[in-house]
């Protein structure tokens, strides 16, 4: 019996967290032995022994305890009498459920009433996704009758009355009410809960309760992430976790966001591990976001130590959706989810016509002391050219020429999930295929993944799953400051025209400049006009030849682990992880000539091929013992990880057509090139976590990681990561339980270490190399160079980050409102730098050292509130958190410059101050006159121009005045969530924002540079300098304007923002509307649709993967806002 | 039961335990190697060579960099370029105050102390393993490596001038350091006294060749005893004219005498000689001057992609914009225009004008159109930069054999020129060497510009016999003779890399250049200059990656 028995207890706390077990058909005879027991472990024993669930108010649950009881397979109620009777309780068991109440309370099933009304009534609950839920306790208003749903959610309750309410309400569901209106079936469907502190949350290597959490963890349930049209699901966790920031890097489908927990604590890489299912990951841009039941983000380093190498940047753990396993029979759900949206750039620039910038031209030159540009002769023939082959004199308006109008994303899903006792699985099919604002920048996923879990012996589980994905993104032109597709479609200038073929009327001044001859009848490419009065590309051509270069990605991620019960208390887990991916970008480049700042002499068709392979293997032995008021849970394990890469490229030229037919480079005829690298990596851990509460009350958590990385030298592998916390639920002190409005509460504190080992591989070798490239000697005769390639640092090691958290849960008011409020401090040392070697010492690189340090903190709190009033239910979440970001040493070093825009520093990392706050010129308004100038020490200034502050007061403007003139980093990050729902309407807005950043809008330095060379926006005529206009805010037009262009103040906006970031309308059709279909939801929804903010430039969130360049404004690829329509069906 | 899982666990556990071995997390990079393996490796004392010639090849680290601040920051040409904010680096040092963050100045010098450094690490090489060199399966002979370390020498020599021309004092790196070694900068005079003790080490070398008995077949480009005489020259010319302005401690005329010499030796005993026509050097073919006897020494240039080999940035950088579809850089000023003779067919082999037409290679006309972009002052780009389109392969200017020539035999006439009037000596030599540069120009030049169909400079031109020459252009005794040797330099020499060294030594930089800025005004070239002006400020980040022990210099503090 007991062999071929399963420990499903166990395993939905592990997986969903329910606290009940479910009755079956077991045997009703017992064999119990505790001493000083309390009432959950006797009743689990029982459970465990007879498949029957128990109900039992929490309270009594909690206070229960000295239970002894020694008896070989006795009646169920017999030994259940023995032990009631002496603590003054009593029991019934109803449908396999035994009630517990207290002896003086009235008795647990009602009492059989007179009434004649009264009638039987039944139905059956189920979950939001159709699956029947059991144990779910039913009790009816103004009676004590009561009773739960069994595995197929079905009920019966006898002796109802209309107009009594009955109460549907279960641990892990928000709890309903129906009024009784007739006696028809009733079909129930329960909200999952967020709620309550025996709700269990996915942590490393293992779940623990809410209640025993000591350290910071965020949980996200997986439906807060659906329904928005972004490819990667951290992208819609954005606004919703505090101190989690999470900013756009591009727009462009497919660029992963940065995401930064906890501020920035290294100028290296500081994304955070990911996790799903078990399976570290760098990126979680390939998982389809409706397979993700939860994402845990691990905040501090109680919570991330046991990740210890990984973990410096915090943990996000995704748990993928596993079907149900209830049920003697085989269930099964299908469901559908499908969306379309039409998305739309969030604002663009207003850029000058083809008048206004021929006006523009000329007036810088005439401000510069040089002739017009534009005679009044050539102005009338450049519009009669715009008009005849336009047909409009306006120009060319180069956005309108690449934007993709209401560029579609629509996405597709279907899930079919099922299961019964012992045996369940998820499949789900995604794809999603979003096309970008830019044309050419779509992208399209299909992705596939099955989780299988079946349980083999009552001892031993087995559970896997798998995920084949396929990815391909086109290209277009990003984050090549000055040249990037987006801002050259608003720079280049609006008299070039799309095509030079078929031109009429042009005049003879720009003829030459259109290289007419360079037309090839046979070579469309040759078609595009080059742009005549700026050195950008033609971005219509650009955006056409970039589009045949495209990414495409295979995946396949999996897993299979087995459990093995060792005893009751004793598990051990065996787990292995493959990520085995393939990456091909195929390439071409048609031969074509549009003039000196676009062509290419040879068709050019290249492929490139690489491969990670990735395993890691996992072995976790844990304890699970809880003895009268002592609670321990403890685990150790070990962990390998390895990484093997290859890449090889190789492209040819000389096609003899550009026809797509001949995009292989077999049809290529010159000058081949291959080019390969291979790499290998690995990690090797040890880890353990104890875990011991007492009373429930009092806990403490410790972990120790132990890792070996293969990216340090022999001395060197080897970290050691620990961390210690404690907690304190005092809302279970006697004191607080007198506190009616509070639920709960509980005080947090941890301290811990935890690693960053991102660094480039063999950092520690000093290396030669006989391969770096060639010189001529004689005629042409290439020679090989060679020599030292790279100095190293054998002492290279694990760079550390120490974290405090103190942390403060709070419940009121029944759990309606959560409060969670904590403060961090995380110090990074030993930051892994390369220390920059000044060049005089000819070295070649600059080799990394440990040398930094750097302090993040803050403030973070989440408040939540859940409540129904009648058939309205709405909540509202918000969260907020402040950061510091202070760099409190650069290890001697000397400041470290950012970039962001050509050879321009925008950034300096120093000790004392922000990583990568902005450098630069204050500026003092505009020189308004001469005499302001006279009086004043800035060389060669004339009015008009920006004026300087002579920061040290030398009386020369020099480099020694630059200074700190903003900070990028935000005082206050915030997110708000508001749910509705009434009736069948269901309604939800998102909404996030920061505080108190700057931003470096270095795209003005060309757009509104006044020098006529770039187009402008075209409020630069009225807002800039003259006599006439005695701006202090936008310097004078002029062609010889280079003074006015160093890095200063004047590029500097505050980039505050509150933004609007989804509106969600759902309806859900009644079901007496619907037969065999169990649940069927439209939706419409908006997302990025309104943001509020001083910020002049496209998008005021900027994120860039480099700390040093963070807010840099570099005239990204415009973010989208879309309107979508969905459908949610399943049957 | 409880046995199974036993059986499992151990399965398990003994696995895990034989999965983690001891190299499991040895995971060195591919394709390295140490440095005991690199010396073993064929052909690894050449390459260590190479790689110190290798830093010149970087287009825009030294080719447009040397130009860009030995002319376009003086009154040569300007910058140029398609606006104010290309490459403002450039107007920002001709303006005559530079940020210690100038990236044009901080260019030059990371660029000079890369190749300093690898002159340094080729060296530190050959003295450790030097002996166990091994050279197409052969071992390498004391010969050949002390041919190896004479080149390096010279390079050190060549990469410290460089840098001497620009900064002035600078920190002098002989060895391979330490990486936590923070190094002062070293005065004018201990620069000086490196500079001639490499190059005498390569001077005097016996296996340094002459450039004569060179294969320029399968040598060109490599130092020669010549090119080190002449380098030699060069830096006392330099060095001579800083001791006659205070600028350092020295006789100026002992050092005037070391560039006499040195290049009386090349003179002598080089067996060299100016190509007849100056349109050999320049026409854009780049087929007879790197290979002649005029040419000591430059960068080749061939574009050959199986090698990874490109053309030089300048190449695209310094042309024309609009229809000529270079990217407008290096515009020279209507002041070196007006500075040449209207008969000297250097005029136009130096400088395009606006609305000049080349053929193209289609037959139908070129028509240069310099209007529109930052040129719109002077209208005028660079002849010696340009490679009319029939030279140039697929007519793509980043495939041309356009090379930089970095030392001419005439450089070495015309120093010997000046240093003989310096040091008293025979002005019958000094004007034969002078008159020898111009009687090239004037009469042996073709006075047309073979690939062009109209040039505006040509209608002034007209052949010139030697007795025309003689009677009207020859500078003879009776002429400002070092006066006349300047202007030459000038003419001769113009967008070549030569002009700040020359003003800087002749003293003329701050006169030069306030009355440029007086006289034009255009970018506000010149505005700034003074005194304080040069040497240029030592890059800030250099300044704070050591800790102090750099300092700026006194006129940048």
Same mark, same amino acid.
């Given at each position: 019996?007991?062999?071929?028995?399963?420990?499903?207890?166990?395993?939905?706390?592990?997986?969903?967290?329910?606290?009940?077990?479910?009755?079956?058909?077991?045997?009703?005879?017992?064999?119990?032995?505790?001493?000083?027991?309390?009432?959950?472990?006797?009743?689990?024993?029982?459970?465990?022994?007879?498949?029957?669930?128990?109900?039992?108010?929490?309270?009594?649950?909690?206070?229960?305890?000295?239970?002894?009881?020694?008896?070989?397979?006795?009646?169920?109620?017999?030994?259940?009498?023995?032990?009631?009777?002496?603590?003054?309780?009593?029991?019934?068991?109803?449908?396999?459920?035994?009630?517990?109440?207290?002896?003086?309370?009235?008795?647990?099933?009602?009492?059989?009433?007179?009434?004649?009304?009264?009638?039987?009534?039944?139905?059956?609950?189920?979950?939001?996704?159709?699956?029947?839920?059991?144990?779910?306790?039913?009790?009816?208003?103004?009676?004590?009758?009561?009773?739960?749903?069994?595995?197929?959610?079905?009920?019966?309750?006898?002796?109802?009355?209309?107009?009594?309410?009955?109460?549907?309400?279960?641990?892990?569901?928000?709890?309903?009410?129906?009024?009784?209106?007739?006696?028809?079936?009733?079909?129930?469907?329960?909200?999952?809960?967020?709620?309550?502190?025996?709700?269990?949350?996915?942590?490393?290597?293992?779940?623990?309760?809410?209640?025993?959490?000591?350290?910071?963890?965020?949980?996200?349930?997986?439906?807060?992430?659906?329904?928005?049209?972004?490819?990667?699901?951290?992208?819609?966790?954005?606004?919703?976790?505090?101190?989690?920031?999470?900013?756009?890097?591009?727009?462009?489908?497919?660029?992963?966001?940065?995401?930064?927990?906890?501020?920035?604590?290294?100028?290296?890489?500081?994304?955070?591990?990911?996790?799903?299912?078990?399976?570290?990951?760098?990126?979680?841009?390939?998982?389809?976001?409706?397979?993700?039941?939860?994402?845990?983000?691990?905040?501090?380093?109680?919570?991330?130590?046991?990740?210890?190498?990984?973990?410096?940047?915090?943990?996000?753990?995704?748990?993928?959706?596993?079907?149900?396993?209830?049920?003697?029979?085989?269930?099964?759900?299908?469901?559908?989810?499908?969306?379309?949206?039409?998305?739309?750039?969030?604002?663009?620039?207003?850029?000058?016509?083809?008048?206004?910038?021929?006006?523009?031209?000329?007036?810088?030159?005439?401000?510069?002391?040089?002739?017009?540009?534009?005679?009044?002769?050539?102005?009338?023939?450049?519009?009669?050219?715009?008009?005849?082959?336009?047909?409009?004199?306006?120009?060319?308006?180069?956005?309108?020429?690449?934007?993709?109008?209401?560029?579609?994303?629509?996405?597709?899903?279907?899930?079919?999930?099922?299961?019964?006792?012992?045996?369940?699985?998820?499949?789900?099919?995604?794809?999603?295929?979003?096309?970008?604002?830019?044309?050419?920048?779509?992208?399209?996923?299909? *992705?596939?993944?099955?989780?299988?879990?079946?349980?083999?012996?009552?001892?031993?589980?087995?559970?896997?799953?798998?995920?084949?994905?396929?990815?391909?993104?086109?290209?277009?032109?990003?984050?090549?400051?000055?040249?990037?597709?987006?801002?050259?479609?608003?720079?280049?200038?609006?008299?070039?025209?799309?095509?030079?073929?078929?031109?009429?009327?042009?005049?003879?001044?720009?003829?030459?400049?259109?290289?007419?001859?360079?037309?090839?009848?046979?070579?469309?490419?040759?078609?595009?006009?080059?742009?005549?009065?700026?050195?950008?590309?033609?971005?219509?051509?650009?955006?056409?030849?970039?589009?045949?270069?495209?990414?495409?990605?295979?995946?396949?991620?999996?897993?299979?682990?087995?459990?093995?019960?060792?005893?009751?208390?004793?598990?051990?887990?065996?787990?292995?992880?493959?990520?085995?991916?393939?990456?091909?970008?195929?390439?071409?480049?048609?031969?074509?000539?549009?003039?000196?700042?676009?062509?290419?002499?040879?068709?050019?068709?290249?492929?490139?091929? *690489?491969?990670?392979?990735?395993?890691?293997?996992?072995?976790?032995?844990?304890?699970?013992?809880?003895?009268?008021?002592?609670?321990?849970?403890?685990?150790?394990?070990?962990?390998?990880?390895?990484?093997?890469?290859?890449?090889?490229?190789?492209?040819?030229?000389?096609?003899?057509?550009?026809?797509?037919?001949?995009?292989?480079?077999?049809?290529?005829?010159?000058?081949?090139?291959?080019?390969?690298?291979?790499?290998?990596?690995?990690?090797?851990?040890?880890?353990?976590?104890?875990?011991?509460?007492?009373?429930?009350?009092?806990?403490?958590?410790?972990?120790?990681?132990?890792?070996?990385?293969?990216?340090?030298?022999?001395?060197?592998?080897?970290?050691?990561?620990?961390?210690?916390?404690?907690?304190?639920?005092?809302?279970?002190?006697?004191?607080?339980?007198?506190?009616?409005?509070?639920?709960?509460?509980?005080?947090?504190?941890?301290?811990?270490?935890?690693?960053?080992?991102?660094?480039?591989?063999?950092?520690?070798?000093?290396?030669?190399?006989?391969?770096?490239?060639?010189?001529?000697?004689?005629?042409?005769?290439?020679?090989?160079?060679?020599?030292?390639?790279?100095?190293?640092?054998?002492?290279?090691?694990?760079?550390?980050?120490?974290?405090?958290?103190?942390?403060?849960?709070?419940?009121?008011?029944?759990?309606?409102?959560?409060?969670?409020?904590?403060?961090?401090?995380?110090?990074?040392?030993?930051?892994?730098?390369?220390?920059?070697?000044?060049?005089?010492?000819?070295?070649?690189?600059?080799?990394?050292?440990?040398?930094?340090?750097?302090?993040?903190?803050?403030?973070?709190?989440?408040?939540?509130?859940?409540?129904?009033?009648?058939?309205?239910?709405?909540?509202?979440?918000?969260?907020?958190?402040?950061?510091?970001?202070?760099?409190?040493?650069?290890?001697?070093?000397?400041?470290?410059?950012?970039?962001?825009?050509?050879?321009?520093?925008?950034?300096?990392?120093?000790?004392?101050?922000?990583?990568?706050?902005?450098?630069?010129?204050?500026?003092?308004?505009?020189?308004?006159?001469?005499?302001?100038?006279?009086?004043?020490?800035?060389?060669?200034?004339?009015?008009?121009?920006?004026?300087?502050?002579?920061?040290?007061?030398?009386?020369?403007?020099?480099?020694?005045?630059?200074?700190?003139?903003?900070?990028?980093?935000?005082?206050?990050?915030?997110?708000?969530?508001?749910?509705?729902?009434?009736?069948?309407?269901?309604?939800?807005?998102?909404?996030?924002?920061?505080?108190?950043?700057?931003?470096?809008?270095?795209?003005?330095?060309?757009?509104?540079?006044?020098?006529?060379?770039?187009?402008?926006?075209?409020?630069?005529?009225?807002?800039?300098?003259?006599?006439?206009?005695?701006?202090?805010?936008?310097?004078?037009?002029?062609?010889?304007?280079?003074?006015?262009?160093?890095?200063?103040?004047?590029?500097?906006?505050?980039?505050?923002?509150?933004?609007?970031? *989804?509106?969600?309308?759902?309806?859900?059709?009644?079901?007496?509307?619907?037969?065999?279909?169990?649940?069927?939801?439209?939706?419409?929804?908006?997302?990025?649709?309104?943001?509020?903010?001083?910020?002049?430039?496209?998008?005021?969130?900027?994120?860039?993967?480099?700390?040093?360049?963070?807010?840099?404004?570099?005239?990204?690829?415009?973010?989208?806002? *879309?309107?979508?329509?969905?459908?949610?069906?399943?049957? | 039961?409880?046995?199974?899982?036993?059986?499992?666990?151990?399965?398990?556990?003994?696995?895990?335990?034989?999965?983690?071995?001891?190299?499991?997390?040895?995971?060195?990079?591919?394709?390295?190697?140490?440095?005991?393996?690199?010396?073993?490796?064929?052909?690894?004392?050449?390459?260590?060579?190479?790689?110190?010639?290798?830093?010149?090849?970087?287009?825009?680290?030294?080719? %447009?960099?040397?130009?860009?601040?030995?002319?376009?920051? %003086?009154?040569?040409?300007?910058?140029?370029?398609?606006?104010?904010?290309?490459?403002?680096?450039?107007?920002?040092?001709?303006?005559?105050?530079?940020?210690?963050?100038?990236?044009?100045?901080?260019?030059?010098?990371?660029?000079?102390?890369?190749?300093?450094?690898?002159?340094?690490?080729?060296?530190?090489?050959?003295?450790?393993?030097?002996?166990?060199?091994?050279?197409?399966?052969?071992?390498?002979?004391?010969?050949?490596?002390?041919?190896?370390?004479?080149?390096?020498?010279?390079?050190?020599?060549?990469?410290?001038?460089?840098?001497?021309?620009?900064?002035?004092?600078?920190?002098?790196?002989?060895?391979?350091?330490?990486?936590?070694?923070?190094?002062?900068?070293?005065?004018?005079?201990?620069?000086?006294?490196?500079?001639?003790?490499?190059?005498?080490?390569?001077?005097?070398?016996?296996?340094?060749?002459?450039?004569?008995?060179?294969?320029?077949?399968?040598?060109?480009?490599?130092?020669?005893?010549?090119?080190?005489?002449?380098?030699?020259?060069?830096?006392?010319?330099?060095?001579?004219?800083?001791?006659?302005?205070?600028?350092?401690?020295?006789?100026?005329?002992?050092?005037?005498?070391?560039?006499?010499?040195?290049?009386?030796?090349?003179?002598?005993?080089?067996?060299?000689?100016?190509?007849?026509?100056?349109?050999?050097?320049?026409?854009?073919?780049?087929? %007879?001057?790197?290979?002649?006897?005029? %040419?000591?020494?430059?960068?080749?240039?061939?574009?050959?992609?199986?090698?990874?080999?490109?053309?030089?940035?300048?190449?695209?950088?310094?042309?024309?914009?609009?229809?000529?579809?270079?990217?407008?850089?290096?515009?020279?000023?209507?002041?070196?225009?007006?500075?040449?003779?209207?008969?000297?067919?250097?005029?136009?082999?130096?400088?395009?004008?606006?609305?000049?037409?080349?053929?193209?290679?289609?037959?139908?006309?070129?028509?240069?159109?310099?209007?529109?972009?930052?040129?719109?002052?002077?209208?005028?780009?660079?002849?010696?930069?340009?490679?009319?389109?029939?030279?140039?392969?697929?007519?793509?200017?980043?495939?041309?054999?356009?090379?930089?020539?970095?030392?001419?035999?005439?450089?070495?006439?015309?120093?010997?020129?000046?240093?003989?009037?310096?040091?008293?000596?025979?002005?019958?030599?000094?004007?034969?060497?002078?008159?020898?540069?111009?009687?090239?120009?004037?009469?042996?030049?073709?006075?047309?510009?073979?690939?062009?169909?109209?040039?505006?400079?040509?209608?002034?031109?007209?052949?010139?016999?030697?007795?025309?020459?003689?009677?009207?252009?020859?500078?003879?005794?009776?002429?400002?003779?070092?006066?006349?040797?300047?202007?030459?330099?000038?003419?001769?020499?113009?967008?070549?890399?030569?002009?700040?060294?020359?003003?800087?030594?002749?003293?003329?930089?701050?006169?030069?250049?306030?009355?440029?800025?007086?006289?034009?005004?255009?970018?506000?070239?010149?505005?700034?200059?003074?005194?304080?002006?040069? /040497?240029? /400020?030592?890059?800030?980040?250099?300044?704070?990656?050591?800790?102090?022990?750099?300092?700026?210099?006194?006129?940048?503090?």
């Amino acid at each position: 019996m007991y062999k071929n028995r399963i420990s499903i207890t166990l395993m939905l706390i592990l997986t969903i967290g329910f606290m009940h077990a479910f009755a079956r058909g077991y045997s009703q005879k017992v064999s119990l032995k505790l001493t000083n027991a309390n009432l959950k472990e006797l009743m689990t024993q029982i459970q465990k022994q007879t498949g029957y669930d128990y109900l039992v108010s929490q309270k009594l649950l909690n206070s229960v305890d000295r239970i002894n009881v020694n008896v070989e397979q006795k009646d169920l109620e017999v030994v259940l009498s023995k032990c009631f009777e002496p603590l003054g309780l009593s029991f019934e068991i109803r449908d396999k459920t035994i009630f517990i109440k207290h002896k003086t309370q009235k008795s647990a099933v009602a009492d059989i009433s007179t009434r004649v009304q009264q009638q039987k009534i039944s139905g059956t609950v189920k979950n939001n996704q159709g699956l029947p839920i059991s144990g779910v306790t039913i009790t009816v208003s103004g009676s004590t009758a009561a009773t739960s749903t069994d595995e197929a959610g079905s009920f019966s309750l006898d002796r109802v009355t209309i107009g009594q309410s009955l109460s549907f309400s279960i641990i892990g569901y928000l709890s309903a009410q129906f009024k009784v209106q007739n006696y028809d079936a009733l079909s129930v469907v329960l909200e999952e809960s967020v709620k309550g502190l025996d709700e269990v949350v996915v942590v490393g290597y293992g779940t623990q309760r809410k209640r025993d959490l000591t350290g910071s963890v965020e949980q996200i349930s997986g439906k807060d992430l659906k329904s928005m049209p972004v490819r990667n699901a951290t992208e819609a966790l954005q606004g919703q976790a505090a101190g989690v920031q999470i900013t756009s890097t591009g727009g462009s489908p497919g660029t992963p966001p940065a995401v930064r927990i906890r501020g920035i604590g290294t100028v290296n890489d500081n994304n955070p591990l990911y996790v799903v299912d078990g399976l570290p990951q760098s990126d979680i841009g390939w998982l389809n976001p409706n397979d993700i039941l939860s994402m845990e983000v691990l905040k501090d380093a109680s919570a991330t130590a046991i990740y210890g190498s990984r973990a410096a940047n915090g943990v996000i753990m995704i748990t993928t959706q596993k079907g149900p396993q209830t049920g003697d029979e085989l269930t099964n759900l299908i469901n559908f989810d499908a969306y379309l949206g039409l998305q739309n750039p969030v604002k663009v620039y207003d850029m000058m016509n083809a008048t206004e910038f021929m006006d523009y031209k000329n007036l810088a030159n005439t401000n510069a002391g040089l002739p017009a540009f534009f005679s009044e002769e050539n102005k009338k023939e450049v519009l009669q050219f715009l008009k005849s082959n336009t047909g409009s004199t306006e120009g060319t308006n180069w956005w309108k020429e690449i934007n993709q109008k209401d560029a579609v994303i629509q996405n597709y899903d279907i899930a079919v999930s099922g299961g019964m006792k012992n045996l369940s699985y998820r499949t789900s099919l995604n794809y999603l295929d979003q096309e970008g604002i830019i044309q050419g920048s779509n992208y399209d996923r299909i *992705s596939f993944r099955t989780n299988i879990e079946h349980n083999l012996r009552s001892w031993l589980k087995f559970s896997a799953n798998i995920g084949v994905v396929s990815e391909g993104r086109g290209n277009v032109l990003e984050g090549s400051p000055g040249f990037n597709t987006a801002f050259i479609a608003f720079v280049a200038d609006p008299i070039s025209p799309v095509y030079r073929n078929n031109l009429q009327d042009i005049p003879d001044f720009l003829k030459a400049g259109l290289f007419l001859d360079r037309i090839d009848p046979n070579n469309p490419w040759s078609m595009y006009s080059p742009i005549l009065m700026t050195n950008k590309e033609n971005p219509v051509a650009q955006t056409e030849i970039y589009k045949n270069n495209r990414w495409k990605g295979k995946a396949i991620k999996g897993g299979g682990s087995v459990d093995v019960k060792l005893t009751d208390w004793l598990r051990f887990r065996s787990n292995i992880g493959v990520d085995l991916s393939t990456g091909v970008s195929n390439s071409f480049t048609p031969k074509y000539y549009l003039n000196g700042n676009q062509f290419n002499s040879d068709a050019t068709v290249g492929v490139s091929n *690489s491969k990670t392979d990735y395993y890691v293997w996992e072995n976790v032995l844990s304890l699970d013992k809880r003895w009268e008021d002592h609670y321990v849970t403890a685990l150790v394990g070990t962990s390998a990880e390895q990484w093997k890469s290859e890449s090889s490229g190789a492209s040819k030229q000389g096609l003899v057509s550009n026809a797509e037919s001949q995009w292989i480079i077999d049809a290529a005829s010159i000058n081949p090139q291959a080019s390969g690298s291979k790499w290998e990596s690995a990690l090797n851990s040890y880890f353990s976590r104890i875990f011991y509460s007492y009373k429930d009350r009092y806990m403490v958590t410790a972990n120790f990681r132990y890792d070996g990385s293969s990216n340090f030298g022999k001395d060197n592998k080897w970290g050691a990561f620990p961390s210690v916390s404690a907690g304190w639920n005092f809302g279970e002190e006697g004191f607080a339980r007198n506190l009616n409005w509070l639920s709960s509460g509980k005080l947090r504190a941890s301290w811990g270490r935890i690693g960053n080992q991102n660094i480039g591989r063999g950092a520690y070798l000093t290396t030669y190399s006989g391969n770096q490239g060639y010189y001529y000697f004689g005629q042409y005769n290439p020679q090989l160079s060679g020599g030292s390639s790279s100095i190293g640092n054998a002492a290279i090691k694990w760079e550390k980050t120490e974290q405090m958290d103190v942390g403060l849960d709070l419940s009121f008011l029944d759990r309606k409102l959560d409060v969670t409020l904590d403060y961090y401090k995380k110090t990074t040392d030993g930051m892994l730098l390369n220390v920059p070697l000044p060049n005089y010492l000819g070295y070649s690189n600059s080799p990394w050292s440990n040398a930094g340090k750097v302090e993040n903190k803050g403030f973070e709190l989440a408040v939540k509130y859940t409540n129904k009033i009648g058939e309205f239910g709405y909540s509202i979440a918000a969260n907020a958190a402040t950061l510091k970001n202070k760099v409190l040493s650069l290890g001697g070093g000397e400041p470290i410059p950012g970039g962001g825009w050509i050879s321009y520093t925008t950034t300096l990392t120093e000790v004392g101050m922000p990583i990568g706050y902005y450098y630069g010129f204050k500026t003092d308004g505009i020189f308004q006159n001469q005499a302001e100038i006279d009086n004043y020490v800035q060389a060669g200034a004339v009015p008009g121009d920006l004026r300087f502050v002579d920061i040290n007061k030398d009386g020369v403007i020099n480099s020694s005045d630059r200074t700190n003139i903003g900070d990028p980093f935000p005082d206050l990050t915030y997110g708000l969530n508001l749910g509705a729902s009434y009736k069948n309407f269901d309604f939800r807005v998102l909404a996030q924002g920061a505080i108190g950043n700057d931003i470096m809008n270095i795209v003005k330095i060309d757009m509104k540079s006044g020098v006529g060379w770039y187009n402008a926006p075209k409020e630069l005529m009225s807002d800039a300098w003259s006599p006439n206009n005695p701006s202090n805010s936008q310097f004078k037009i002029s062609s010889s304007n280079q003074s006015n262009l160093q890095i200063s103040d004047w590029l500097v906006e505050d980039g505050s923002y509150l933004r609007i970031k *989804s509106v969600q309308l759902g309806y859900t059709l009644p079901k007496h509307l619907l037969r065999s279909v169990n649940n069927l939801r439209f939706w419409v929804s908006g997302y990025n649709l309104f943001t509020f903010t001083k910020y002049t430039g496209l998008d005021p969130e900027i994120g860039s993967n480099s700390p040093l360049s963070m807010g840099v404004d570099q005239g990204y690829y415009p973010v989208a806002k *879309s309107w979508m329509f969905g459908v949610n069906l399943s049957f | 039961m409880k046995f199974n899982r036993l059986i499992i666990l151990t399965a398990v556990a003994a696995l895990g335990v034989s999965a983690c071995k001891k190299d499991y997390l040895n995971r060195d990079p591919y394709g390295i190697l140490d440095e005991g393996e690199f010396f073993k490796t064929d052909g690894a004392g050449l390459k260590m060579l190479t790689s110190c010639y290798q830093p010149m090849a970087d287009g825009w680290g030294y080719t %447009v960099n040397k130009v860009a601040i030995m002319d376009e920051s %003086v009154d040569n040409a300007d910058a140029g370029g398609s606006d104010p904010g290309d490459r403002p680096q450039t107007t920002e040092v001709g303006r005559g105050r530079p940020l210690s963050s100038n990236a044009l100045l901080n260019e030059t010098w990371s660029n000079r102390y890369r190749g300093i450094g690898k002159c340094n690490q080729a060296l530190a090489g050959y003295q450790k393993e030097g002996a166990n060199l091994v050279q197409n399966g052969v071992k390498v002979s004391a010969e050949t490596l002390a041919r190896y370390i004479a080149e390096v020498k010279f390079l050190r020599a060549w990469y410290y001038l460089d840098l001497v021309t620009v900064f002035k004092s600078v920190p002098l790196i002989t060895a391979v350091e330490d990486p936590s070694v923070r190094k002062p900068k070293a005065s004018i005079e201990e620069l000086r006294t490196q500079i001639y003790s490499d190059l005498d080490e390569a001077i005097n070398s016996p296996h340094l060749p002459r450039l004569a008995s060179m294969s320029s077949a399968t040598e060109a480009g490599r130092a020669s005893k010549d090119a080190a005489l002449t380098i030699k020259a060069r830096a006392a010319l330099f060095f001579a004219g800083l001791m006659e302005n205070a600028q350092m401690q020295g006789d100026a005329k002992a050092d005037y005498e070391l560039a006499r010499v040195a290049t009386e030796d090349v003179i002598t005993n080089g067996n060299l000689s100016l190509l007849p026509d100056f349109n050999d050097l320049y026409r854009g073919d780049y087929k %007879v001057g790197p290979f002649s006897k005029e %040419v000591l020494f430059g960068v080749l240039r061939n574009y050959d992609p199986a090698f990874g080999m490109g053309g030089d940035a300048f190449a695209i950088m310094n042309v024309g914009r609009n229809n000529v579809g270079g990217w407008g850089g290096n515009t020279p000023t209507r002041d070196l225009a007006s500075s040449f003779d209207s008969r000297d067919p250097r005029k136009m082999l130096t400088i395009i004008s606006h609305e000049d037409i080349f053929l193209a290679s289609n037959g139908s006309n070129e028509v240069h159109n310099y209007k529109g972009y930052f040129n719109d002052f002077n209208l005028q780009h660079s002849r010696k930069a340009f490679v009319p389109q029939q030279y140039r392969q697929n007519n793509d200017l980043q495939r041309s054999n356009w090379q930089p020539y970095w030392i001419r035999y005439a450089e070495v006439l015309l120093i010997n020129a000046e240093a003989t009037v310096k040091t008293g000596g025979s002005t019958v030599t000094a004007l034969d060497r002078l008159n020898q540069v111009r009687r090239r120009a004037f009469v042996t030049t073709v006075k047309k510009d073979g690939p062009a169909v109209y040039r505006q400079f040509a209608k002034d031109l007209k052949d010139i016999t030697d007795q025309e020459f003689n009677t009207t252009y020859a500078i003879t005794s009776s002429d400002d003779v070092l006066a006349a040797i300047k202007k030459e330099r000038r003419n001769e020499l113009a967008l070549e890399g030569f002009r700040l060294y020359d003003l800087i030594r002749w003293g003329t930089y701050v006169s030069t250049m306030k009355t440029f800025y007086t006289t034009y005004g255009f970018a506000d070239k010149g505005r700034d200059v003074t005194d304080k002006s040069w /040497p240029f /400020p030592i890059p800030q980040v250099e300044i704070d990656r050591s800790n102090n022990v750099l300092v700026q210099h006194d006129n940048y503090l």
